[in-house]
T-cell receptor
Framework: DTGVSQDPRHKITKRGQNVTFRCDPISEHNRLYWYRQTLGQGPEFLTYFQNEAQLEKSRLLSDRFSAERPKGSFSTLEIQRTEQGDSAMYLC??????????????FGPGTRLTVL | AQKVTQAQTEISVVEKEDVTLDCVYETRDTTYYLFWYKQPPSGELVFLIRRNSFDEQNEISGRYSWNFQKSTSSFNFTITASQVVDSAVYFCSLSEGAQKLVFGQGTRLTINP
């Protein structure tokens, strides 16, 4: 079990540029989540997928943000026309949800985005 | 709407002391799940425990114990005989059904040698 991986771990970009992050979940997990965490705060939900279907998007997710999970495996989160307020840690998590319910989510190391 | 409140922003204790982290939640659902996560200085969130709304049995795992009380909507976490390695930010969180997690603000715990 290699855990959830995220790439890159750090990204520095200039305001107005587009950035894309990748998340590889734990292989047998059917759900994948994106969260954003700013300094001193708890993670905030952005969106999640069940297999390849995007089931929920937060109101925090402006139209500059888009996420995909083609083929129900890895996921990408793209931010277009970045703003300084987008600077945060972007966390990916995955879980397996079956008949028994429950939803412990396992997190990756995160991608720290700095927008200059 | 779901809400998780961790009123203690920071706690500092001396090693070997017992410490309790408080968590109070709000939800309208009858089926929900409660979680505790640890975020050490390295930054990666580590899953500690999940509790189902229909199971109020308390749990002990080594030096860690959790007290779930539906009557007071609380899910408190106690570390017995704290160690320096327990220093981290601890998050309590809630999910309705098996969906997104709603996190509290976190409690920064510092264990001093």
């Amino acid at each position: 079990d290699t855990g959830v991986s995220q790439d890159p771990r750090h990204k520095i970009t200039k305001r107005g540029q587009n950035v894309t992050f990748r998340c590889d979940p734990i292989s047998e997990h059917n759900r994948l989540y994106w969260y954003r965490q700013t300094l001193g705060q708890g993670p905030e939900f952005l969106t999640y997928f069940q297999n390849e279907a995007q089931l929920e998007k937060s109101r925090l997710l402006s139209d500059r943000f888009s996420a995909e999970r083609p083929k129900g495996s890895f996921s990408t989160l793209e931010i277009q026309r970045t703003e300084q307020g987008d600077s945060a840690m972007y966390l990916c998590a995955s879980s397996f949800v079956g008949m028994a319910g429950g939803n412990e989510q396992f997190f990756g190391p995160g991608t720290r985005l700095t927008v200059l | 709407a779901q809400k998780v409140t961790q009123a203690q922003t920071e706690i500092s204790v001396v090693e070997k002391e017992d410490v309790t982290l408080d968590c109070v939640y709000e939800t309208r659902d009858t089926t929900y799940y409660l979680f505790w996560y640890k975020q050490p200085p390295s930054g990666e969130l580590v899953f500690l425990i999940r509790r189902n709304s229909f199971d109020e049995q308390n749990e002990i795992s080594g030096r860690y114990s959790w007290n779930f009380q539906k009557s007071t909507s609380s899910f408190n976490f106690t570390i017995t005989a704290s160690q320096v390695v327990d220093s981290a930010v601890y998050f309590c969180s809630l999910s309705e059904g098996a969906q997104k997690l709603v996190f509290g603000q976190g409690t920064r715990l510092t264990i001093n040698p």
